[in-house]
């Protein structure tokens, strides 16, 4: 096979996130030990494992979407600016562990955001000069979501870079999670979803209002950095919920579609795409109504990072893997039958048990509804060794592929919810 092949490379591009992955659960797992472990931990997912994700895939996706072929010379340098990004996420996070033993530990956070920085506007050049190829395709606006998406988290980096010297501006930090988390995430989602979710939902519908929502959420979350030197970010936020509103409202009439004769096609990875958005937009919108009755309302992190950005990687990544694969209709279907192991039950646990975690004033209980969230996302890499090896035998003839599937198994929901329950009430009684 050649070493530059599109599915070689991104074997090769995607390796990183298979390690930061890897970084991510240690550090989380051994978090006491770990200086500054917060901010470790949440940048370890979003510039380690996040930001390399939308890197690759929206590269994949432009390709995909609007059918233009990259010549093979170019893979290595896309390889280059992966290894630039990378070289930066690791002196940003090296410069914030020895925050507490280096009084210039800055130097290196900012050299480390400014090639993350450069990295991102590199790649965003790039997906430029593909969305001025791509004049008369239908997914032009896709690209051009994607063009911002890179952009933003440049914007969102130097943003990033002075919070290493004034760290507890809080102004700066909500400009800095706007061009992150709304801008580079929420935009790179957005223009995914429009063509992915009605097809993990596994039913037809475009979103029609694609250009008008993508440019809202641009729209919004410029002005929210904007009007955060200000204090008032709450304008920005408005208009960027509007146009995830815009979006989230032609998705639910492909879900909805689908409840009504679900044939097998409620998944965990179209559960995960659904509740995601709904955490991103619920999130946003409890946040701007604080700015009207608080004087310094908090940014709902574990439900931008956690419910938002985790759930929809992982959603995402459960159904593009095994699609990406390939090798024919049965093939596919057995990598996807091992991303849905259980898929109900864990969308139950990750979505309720969140949403304990994040009501319940019980430590205990946050600790066990934080296991149970967190976990049921953490078995993603142990879901994709047994799917690329259950997908690999069919195609190499040593295994029959599944059948479609065709029942939905509720019960896996109520043994959750009743877990949830008992987990619940018992934070009542102790």
Not at 155 to 176: D, E, N
Request: proline letters at 5%; a positive charge.
């Amino acid at each position: 096979m050649d070493k530059w092949s599109p599915r070689t490379w991104h074997r090769k591009a995607s390796r990183p996130v298979s390690l930061w992955m890897m970084v991510f659960l240690l550090a989380g797992a051994t978090h006491t030990l770990i200086p500054n472990y917060r901010w470790v931990l949440i940048h370890l997912f979003t510039l380690g494992i996040l930001s390399n994700s939308i890197v690759v895939w929206s590269q994949h996706l432009t390709e995909k979407f609007v059918q233009l072929k990259v010549p093979m010379s170019a893979r290595p340098r896309q390889l280059a600016r992966i290894y630039l990004q990378n070289a930066g996420v690791i002196l940003t996070l090296v410069g914030q562990i020895l925050s507490e033993y280096w009084g210039h530990h800055w130097v290196l956070t900012q050299i480390g955001a400014t090639l993350v920085a450069l990295a991102v506007s590199w790649h965003g050049l790039v997906l430029f000069a593909l969305w001025r190829r791509a004049e008369s395709k239908r997914f032009r606006p896709v690209v051009a979501a994607y063009v911002a998406s890179a952009f933003f988290l440049a914007v969102g980096a130097t943003l990033g870079a002075f919070l290493a010297t004034h760290p507890s501006h809080p102004r700066l930090l909500i400009a800095h999670v706007a061009a992150n988390i709304g801008g580079f995430v929420g935009l790179a989602a957005a223009g995914s979803l429009t063509i992915l979710f009605p097809s993990i939902w596994r039913t037809k519908g475009i979103n029609p209002h694609m250009s008008l929502s993508f440019t809202l959420l641009a729209l919004g979350v410029v002005t929210t950095v904007i009007g955060s030197a200000w204090n008032v970010p709450h304008a920005g936020l408005i208009v960027y919920c509007v146009g995830w509103a815009l979006s989230l409202q032609s998705w639910l009439l492909n879900t909805l579609s689908v409840f009504r004769e679900p044939r097998g096609r409620i998944t965990f990875p179209a559960l995960s795409v659904l509740f995601s958005c709904f955490w991103l937009l619920g999130g946003l919108v409890y946040y701007t109504t604080q700015h009207f009755f608080s004087s310094e309302p908090q940014i709902p992190m574990l439900a931008l990072v956690v419910g938002f950005g985790a759930q929809l990687l992982i959603g995402v990544m459960g159904y593009m893997l095994p699609t990406t694969m390939g090798g024919g209709p049965s093939a596919v279907r057995a990598g996807l039958r091992e991303y849905n192991r259980w898929g109900l039950g864990r969308s139950v646990f990750i979505n309720g048990g969140l949403a304990l975690w994040l009501a319940t004033s019980s430590s205990l209980t946050m600790v066990a509804a934080s296991l149970l969230c967190l976990g049921s996302m953490a078995v993603l890499p142990i879901l994709t060794a047994r799917a690329v090896k259950a997908q690999k035998a069919v195609l190499l003839k040593k295994a029959e592929g599944p059948a479609p599937t065709s029942t939905t198994d509720w019960d896996q929901v109520w043994v959750a919810l009743a877990v949830l329950i008992i987990l619940g009430g018992l934070s009542l009684i102790l």
